[in-house]
Nanobody, 121 residues
């Protein structure tokens, strides 16, 4: 069974920083794209950042220049360094991975449970 476990959320003052981590565990053969999404109160979950297996990255316009996504394939881990946080960044942040697990031929999507980030004075 594959699991994604996020950590690093919390309460931070405007202008502050947080680093989110997400570890994928289980019988994993290969991890392709990894990324972070967020959901503020409401139905819409939005892409924050994604990193491909080859290291290419893509960011939402609202976080460009402030957030940095990275990955450590030896640890099956993806990170999100968040700087200059603003109240609009307040949301639950979800880790996503497209991966192939043992016994499967095709990649499928997996999600973490989410970690809450609150930016407030």
């Amino acid at each position: 069974q594959v699991q994604l476990m996020e950590s690093g959320g919390g309460l931070v003052l405007p202008g502050g920083s947080l680093r989110l981590s997400c570890v994928a565990s289980g019988n994993i053969i290969r991890i392709d794209d990894m990324g972070w999404y967020r959901q503020a109160p409401g139905p819409q979950r939005e892409l924050v950042a994604v990193i491909t297996r080859s290291g290419n990255t893509n960011y939402a316009d609202s976080v460009k220049g402030r957030f940095t996504i990275s990955r450590d394939d030896a640890k099956n881990t993806v990170y999100l360094q968040m700087n200059s946080l603003q109240p609009d960044d307040t949301a639950v942040y979800y880790c996503h991975a497209e991966l192939v697990r043992s016994g499967s031929m095709f990649a499928r999507d997996y999600w973490g449970q989410g970690t809450r980030v609150a930016v407030s004075s």
